[in-house]
């Protein structure tokens, strides 16, 4: 036990208290708001923060074991720990900023980049009917793309068996990637929300298994996790609010997703499926063991802080050289084999390594995974004032995502816009994050712009439902 980390994680929960206190008070109680939302993801790396101040073994086997020993420093732990607090100020700060400060420029200037289509007047939402049939043709187009995608992957029965080789078989097919799974998640809340509205529960939860079984197919848990959360959003501002976060049933619906992120990870060891099916017992066991890898520290990032930290105390900043891979981003790597890697993580595995990076440095000479350095990125480039304007801007960019869902009236596609910005706390303004921000605006501009041009009998529009209208008004005073 550290007493100067619990004290750190003291302030850490009583900074987010108030902040849920004073979020409540601004955005009128609403539990989805972009505060809120950033409190609650917050909290989970709050309790890695605690679980690791109880535990100095923890910090051993999860922290200083991952990493060359040169950062081996409890010091260091305690300077992560001060950092993840200054984050979350700057990151609230930003959301203020952008969420309850007017900004009808950028409203205005966002609306004329997406344009109408599933994004329609301020008065108007989407029908239920044009809905569905807008989503059907968004989501088979993904699926379709999803079906080429696998067999150039080498068939699904195949990538199953070789799930470590996922990363190296997917290397040029980024964009296919990309496409299918925006499509197959827009496509699937417009037609979700469709059935939602006509009590067709029967077709929504097909829809929906299907949409899971497609994100989970590569067996990454990230994209499942995001299209759960984004199906909660979507039923709170266009079915049925939901006043109260602590229910039983969302208790055990995020346990049932906990207990599906520790099981799926275990399928990318090689040899793994056989291993279960001949022994059922032992994947109960291997759960068991992983769990504090797999779970407490997945919500927290103090390994990947420590190295930051270190490194750039011993040897120069970047200044922006890590960004320099948005130039060549386009380019898909089977054209440009020297093409550094936009996934910047990369580099900061090789970091935590011993080795001396200076960026841009091609994907071949890096490791194939990587640690997402996330906002840590404005550190890596700029030090401390990169670090506090990277968290600024991603708490920034959420609330003024926000408040375009507000001027919007909450159209059902100005609420999946929503969603996707606000999975994980706050967008990410690393180049990954900025390249994830670019597609996700893109997508949504490329299927805007194909519903606007599709018969006028599949795109009616009728006027917005009561309870949408309702809440609309209210947040928007």
């Not at 067996?219 to 959360?229: D, L, S, T």
């Not at 499926?273 to 017992?281: L, N, T």
């Amino acid at each position: 036990m550290d007493p100067v980390l619990l004290l750190i994680v003291f302030l850490f929960f009583s900074v987010l208290s108030v902040m849920l206190v004073i979020d409540r008070k601004i955005f009128h109680g609403d539990v989805f708001s972009p505060g809120s939302i950033f409190v609650y993801f917050s909290f989970l790396s709050g309790f890695t923060l605690f679980w690791f101040s109880l535990s100095n073994a923890s910090i051993e086997r999860l922290v200083f074991d991952v990493v060359d020993g040169i950062y081996r420093d409890m010091g260091l732990v305690r300077e992560a720990y001060l950092y993840t607090l200054l984050g979350i100020v700057a990151t609230y700060i930003g959301i203020f900023v952008g969420g309850a400060v007017k900004h009808p420029y950028f409203n205005h200037v966002l609306d004329g980049i997406v344009g109408a289509g599933i994004l329609e007047k301020n008065t108007k939402d989407v029908c239920r009917r044009g809905c569905f049939r807008t989503g059907m043709m968004i989501f088979l187009s993904g699926v379709f793309v999803y079906v080429y995608f696998i067999y150039q992957m080498g068939g699904l029965t195949d990538l199953w068996l070789n799930l470590n080789e996922r990363v190296g078989r997917s290397a040029g097919l980024g964009y296919l990637q990309g496409f299918y799974t925006f499509s197959v998640f827009l496509g699937s809340l417009l037609i979700v929300y469709s059935c939602f509205r006509r009590r067709s529960f029967l077709v929504a939860t097909l829809v929906i298994l299907g949409a899971i079984f497609i994100l989970a197919s590569l067996g990454q848990r990230g994209p499942v996790a995001e299209y759960i959360f984004a199906l909660i959003i979507l039923y709170h501002y266009k079915v049925k609010t939901i006043r109260r976060i602590l229910t039983f049933k969302k208790i055990f619906l995020c346990l049932l997703l906990l207990m599906f992120m520790v099981v799926s990870v275990q399928f990318r060891v090689p040899g793994s499926i056989e291993k279960y099916a001949a022994a059922p017992g032992e994947l109960l066991v291997d759960v068991s063991n992983t769990f504090e890898r797999h779970v407490i520290a997945r919500f927290g990032r103090v390994e990947r802080d420590i190295v930051v930290l270190k490194y750039f105390k011993d040897n120069e900043l970047w200044y922006g050289a890590s960004y320099s891979s948005l130039i060549t981003a386009p380019l898909p790597r089977n054209i440009y084999e020297e093409k550094p890697p936009v996934d910047t993580g990369r580099y900061l595995l090789a970091m935590s390594k011993g080795e001396i990076i200076y960026p841009p440095i091609p994907v071949s000479d890096l490791p194939s995974s990587s640690w997402p350095d996330g906002n840590w990125a404005g550190y890596m480039n700029f030090h401390f004032p990169g670090f506090i304007l990277a968290f600024f801007l991603s708490g920034l960019i959420l609330g003024m995502v926000y408040q375009y869902m507000c001027y919007k009236r909450m159209t059902v596609g100005a609420v999946a816009f929503y969603a996707i910005f606000s999975w994980g706390g706050a967008p990410s303004v690393s180049p990954m994050g900025v390249v994830s921000i670019a597609i996700s605006v893109a997508m949504l501009v490329f299927w805007c712009s194909v519903f606007r041009m599709v018969p006028p009998f599949m795109r009616k529009i009728g006027t917005l439902n009561n309870k949408g209208l309702e809440d609309a008004n209210r947040l928007i005073k």
